[in-house]
């Protein structure tokens, strides 16, 4: 442990949004309304597609977007009014947002500087900072002379260096190649291990979401749809925007049709028992979808991609897209009518008006047709 990491540790500060809304004007209703606890010294990552809202809730919290309404309160003091410097956040650009004409050390120094710290502590720090985020070597280099990494491991230092108790990150990985990403997303799952600061990572890529989040908050058109640890969003979504945002290829859904005994598709088949009537839509993951000789449920095959590792079988259901993972190896007939079987413990089950996850609707302890049992 450095000082810093002490410091940044002590520092970790809760954040709490209350009822806080955002429009840039009448038409422009960003954040309807949102209210979220986050824990100290938890990462949260925001996900949601491009427009949802994510880069505005951000830079409420940094107070370079101001609310239109509600709370912000960071370690239980308000700052909704208070100037970003006065916040205790330190912020984390895609663009890196480095001053060309200054040196790595006097980046990562500047708002130390600023703010009064004295040379030696200034130059102590930035030893500390380097050493941390493998920069002791380019501290006399300018950015234009750094790689795409090296320059986002400065951006970082930058923030970190004034001890903050919350870290904000805007998209900080969609500048790097896809080998970067990956190795920048360890170095910050590391860092972030280290130091302990409260941090707030928005993105659109679930990958970053899957691999870097304690929670992860699904944003979508300003509303939060879920906001839970990777491991519940992936096997319990709470809609079918969730389930069709995270996992690749998405989750299929399927409309079904229940008769009071099973679930059906529009051409008959039975894909699940299950007592309730009426339209529904199922949701089954490709890789929960098992391509085995005498399966129960028939689809078409379309096209096959093989991704090396495994490949990926697209596949029509009943007039329905149907996507199946199967892995490397499985002997399948190209030509030929598939025959399935879908894992019944896997499976999930949405309304049809509101795409909201119906919990439990499966009740394991009763026995499933024939058809399906078999094959389960
Ligand atoms: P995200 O980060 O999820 O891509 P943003 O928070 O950047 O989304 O933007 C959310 C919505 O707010 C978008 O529809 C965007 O066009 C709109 N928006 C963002 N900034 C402004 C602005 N300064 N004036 C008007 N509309 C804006």
Redesign the pocket.
């Known amino acids: 442990m450095t000082a810093i990491d002490t410091a940044i540790r002590a520092a970790a500060a809760d954040i709490e949004l209350i009822g806080v809304t955002k429009a840039?004007d009448a038409k422009?209703v960003?954040i309807p309304q949102l209210d979220v606890a986050l824990r100290p010294g938890e990462f949260t990552v925001v996900l949601?597609p491009?427009?949802?809202?994510?880069?505005?809730l951000l830079q409420m919290i940094a107070g370079l977007e101001r609310v239109s309404g509600g709370k912000i309160l960071i370690g239980g003091r308000e700052v909704q009014n208070l100037e970003p410097k006065h916040r205790g956040c330190a912020m984390v650009f895609q663009n890196y947002a480095l001053y060309p004409h200054m040196t790595v050390a006097e980046n990562m120094a500047y708002s130390l500087k600023v703010a009064g710290v004295s040379k030696a502590e200034r130059a102590e720090r930035v030893a500390t900072v380097a050493k941390m985020l493998g920069l002791a070597d380019f501290l006399a280099r300018k950015p234009g002379q750094l790689s795409g990494g090296q320059r986002q491991r400065v951006a970082i230092g930058r923030a970190i260096i004034r001890e903050p108790g919350v870290l904000l990150f805007d998209e900080p990985l969609s500048n790097l190649d896809a080998q970067l990403r990956h190795d920048m997303r360890v170095e910050l799952a590391d860092l972030h291990r280290r130091i302990g600061a409260t941090s707030v990572f928005?993105t659109h890529d679930q990958v970053e979401a899957m691999t870097l989040a304690d929670r992860i908050l699904i944003l979508n058109k300003g509303h939060i749809e879920q906001f839970d640890t990777p491991k519940a969003i992936y096997h319990h979504p709470a809609s079918i925007f969730v389930a069709k945002f995270i996992g690749s290829p998405p989750m299929n859904i399927l409309a079904v049709t229940g008769d009071g005994s099973a679930l059906r598709l529009a051409d008959g088949q039975v894909v699940a028992n299950f007592a309730g009537k009426g339209s529904f839509q199922l949701g089954i993951r490709p890789e929960d979808i098992t391509v085995k000789a005498g399966g129960p449920i028939k689809a078409q095959i379309r096209y096959r991609e093989d991704l090396g590792s495994h490949e990926i079988l697209e596949a029509d259901i009943a007039g329905q897209p149907l996507r199946i993972a199967t892995p490397f190896g499985a002997e399948i007939d190209p030509t030929s009518t598939l025959s399935l079987s879908f894992s019944q413990a896997r499976l999930h089950l949405f309304d049809n008006g509101t795409s909201r996850a119906i919990s439990n609707a499966f009740d394991q302890t009763k026995s499933a047709p024939a058809s399906v049992k078999e094959y389960q």
Do not use: F
């Open positions: 840039y422009t960003v949601g491009s427009g949802c809202g994510k880069s505005t928005v």
